[in-house]
């Protein structure tokens, strides 16, 4: 390919000091068809670069461009009905070598993104009124948690006409999440909009039918009519968020004067160890309840048993959720009855070895239990782990931070 130096030189020998193309072509040593090139060239062109004028056979790739076609079409309806299932440019070519075609995986890449460039989806931009319609959909961040690294789910909802947002995290993607962060985004917004949009979201979505049809959770169609039957509409708008979402907030429908209860309400079993089991992990009731059954409402955070139902009846015991398997939720308050009878299984108690683990309680109980129970036995003043468990009931009506104190006292006075 001839530089630029060069056309400008053919360019001023023919055009500025009028010799014909011929003598050019014998002056520079081209041929005339190289010089009537230059010549037709724009003279501000700082560059030349070769262009192709036809295009270089590829037999196989014309080949595998219909098949390629197909797949892409067939990845529009993957898109929305199963889209685990698209055809990825690797298990295309996978599939062309199966079929016998002998193509490289670079050119299946190649034709892909040239292919999917042509098809790129167009959007038509939307807009919406005050209180119109919002957005709630799951989303992942990673944060760290005492030093430790972790990804967190996250409900995100944003009212799309004044671009209001809420945002909460959850330690689950269930139902229950779902439900709750619904709930206090429209209580942080202070109204309902009128429509709320979903991808799809399985905590929502029991079943996809043609077209815009869905199959309703039951749980989720319970909470949304809550909130539907509440609906009005008023006017008004203005620029910044605040401001915008002030606005909205006319338009909004009025929260539900009783919110629909969030989370799952079973009765449960309290097993002769004091614990009732609920998704693989167990967690503690007071041991009088031990044989008979409770009412436990679960709602991402926590877990609750109730005696006499959920609604009306007695809390008797609250614990965190747990989402691992396999894992206990101690409280050695809830033993203290059982053990004032059976002082023997103090020290081996798995409701206070986890709370000493914890740190629930602090290492100065366990030294002074066993300084107790030494002390005791040399005088003769009877089984220390008795009297250990009579302070531990002190647990039951006072605040674990003032026994921690007075048991701290006693054991520098050597009581």
């Not at 360019?11 to 010799?19: D, K, P, S, T, Y």
């Not at 399985?202 to 815009?212: E, Q, S, T």
């Not at 009412?295 to 006499?308: E, I, N, S, W």
């Not at 409701?351 to 602090?362: K, S, V």
């Amino acid at each position: 390919m001839y530089g630029v130096a060069l056309r400008d030189q053919v360019r001023a020998w023919v055009l500025v000091e009028g010799h014909s193309q011929r003598s050019a072509a014998k002056e520079f040593e081209i041929s005339r068809d190289s010089v009537a090139r230059l010549l037709a060239e724009p003279a501000e062109g700082r560059d030349r670069r070769y262009q192709r004028h036809r295009p270089r056979p590829a037999p196989i790739r014309e080949a595998v461009v219909p098949l390629i076609d197909a797949w892409l079409q067939e990845n529009e309806r993957l898109q929305r009905w199963a889209p685990k299932q698209r055809w990825t440019a690797q298990r295309m070519w996978g599939e062309l070598r199966r079929q016998g075609v002998e193509v490289a995986a670079s050119t299946v890449r190649e034709v892909v993104r040239a292919r999917r460039e042509q098809r790129k989806p167009a959007f038509v931009p939307l807009t919406f009124g005050p209180g119109e319609r919002a957005e709630v959909d799951f989303g992942h961040a990673v944060v760290a948690v005492q030093g430790e690294v972790r990804e967190v789910p996250f409900l995100a909802g944003r009212l799309r006409s004044s671009g209001a947002m809420f945002l909460e995290c959850f330690p689950t993607e269930r139902q229950e999440a779902f439900l709750l962060g619904q709930r206090h985004a429209f209580e942080f917004w202070g109204g309902v909009p009128r429509s709320v949009v979903y991808d799809n979201l399985k905590p929502a979505v029991a079943r996809i039918l043609r077209g815009h049809r869905r199959t309703e959770q039951e749980a989720f169609a319970h909470f949304r009519s809550v909130y539907l039957d509440q609906q009005r509409t008023m006017a008004g708008r203005d620029r910044p968020i605040a401001a915008l979402l002030a606005e909205e907030q006319t338009h909004l429908g009025p929260l539900p004067a009783y919110p629909p209860e969030i989370g799952e309400v079973r009765e449960v079993l309290v097993r002769s160890t004091g614990r009732v089991h609920f998704q693989t992990n167990e967690y503690a009731a007071p041991v009088r309840y031990a044989g008979s059954r409770l009412t436990l409402k679960a709602d991402p955070f926590h877990v609750r048993l109730y005696a006499g139902g959920a609604l009306g009846g007695e809390l008797v015991a609250e614990h965190p959720r747990l989402y691992g398997r396999y894992q206990v939720a101690d409280d050695f308050r809830h033993y203290v009855p059982l053990l004032l009878e059976k002082p023997f299984a103090v020290p081996f108690a798995s409701a206070l070895r986890h709370a000493l683990a914890t740190g629930e309680l602090p290492p100065s109980w366990e030294a002074y239990r066993q300084e107790l129970v030494v002390r005791r036995a040399a005088h003769g003043e009877g089984d220390g782990n008795r009297e250990f468990a009579r302070i531990l009931q002190l647990c039951l009506t006072h605040p674990l931070e003032q026994v921690t104190a007075a048991l701290e006292l006693a054991a520098v006075g050597g009581r």
